[in-house]
């Protein structure tokens, strides 16, 4: 599987899991989990992603940014190695590649399922869809680990660590073997965040898939 192909592959497990991220510090991991649910309307922050294979190859790195206002609205950018957009404006979910000038673009909940985007039905959700767990403590971090109740989710478990009462760490184990693990910074709660960001265009002449 090409570089595109892992992003592709790892992408929807690491969205559904963003919504997972917002809120104040608690003793344990699953109470700063549930805190977060309902402590953050928006955020934005930096992020490193590395992503490596079942077959243990090189890890493949990436760099970016990311947004998201509840419900159901986000932004996701991979800056660097090379430049993709993704959007959710509430209903559909976008994702556009400059390289290829192409867009794919599907429903929402299609997308996303009954995975960590349940979440964002509100807190009420959180014990019907996920198993939680406290993750224990490592290196100055508090962890919460989460596996997804229904069969058909996009990936096995997350993992989250927090520091500080900010996000610090998420590493997600997806249904294809992979392991994507994320480092976040410049984290900012509940930011004043104008509409214009989850909306999408697609670009003119750009080919699109999907629906």
Request: hydrophobic fraction near 40%; include cysteine.
């Amino acid at each position: 599987m090409n570089f595109r192909g892992l992003i592709r592959a790892s992408l929807l497990s690491v969205l559904c899991a963003l919504w997972l991220l917002s809120g104040q510090s608690f003793a344990s991991g699953p109470d700063q989990f549930k805190a977060f649910i309902a402590g953050t309307q928006t955020a934005q922050a930096s992020f490193s992603q590395s992503v490596v294979a079942k077959s243990g190859r090189k890890p493949q790195l990436s760099q970016g940014k990311f947004a998201f206002s509840r419900p159901g609205k986000f932004r996701w950018i991979y800056e660097q190695p090379y430049y993709q957009l993704i959007v959710g404006d509430g209903e559909k979910l976008w994702i556009y590649d400059k390289d290829l000038n192409q867009v794919s673009v599907k429903k929402l909940g299609q997308a996303l399922g009954s995975s960590p985007a349940a979440l964002l039905a509100g807190d009420a959700a959180l014990e019907k869809h996920f198993i939680i767990k406290d993750g224990g403590s490592s290196e100055g971090q508090d962890f919460v680990d989460a596996t997804p109740r229904g069969q058909d989710s996009s990936f096995e478990r997350v993992r989250i660590g927090f520091r500080d009462n900010l996000p610090q760490s998420m590493e997600v184990h997806d249904n294809f073997g992979q392991t994507t693990t994320l480092h976040f910074s410049h984290f900012e709660r509940n930011p004043a965040l104008p509409a214009v960001l989850f909306r999408f265009v697609p670009p003119k002449g750009a080919d699109i898939i999907g629906e």
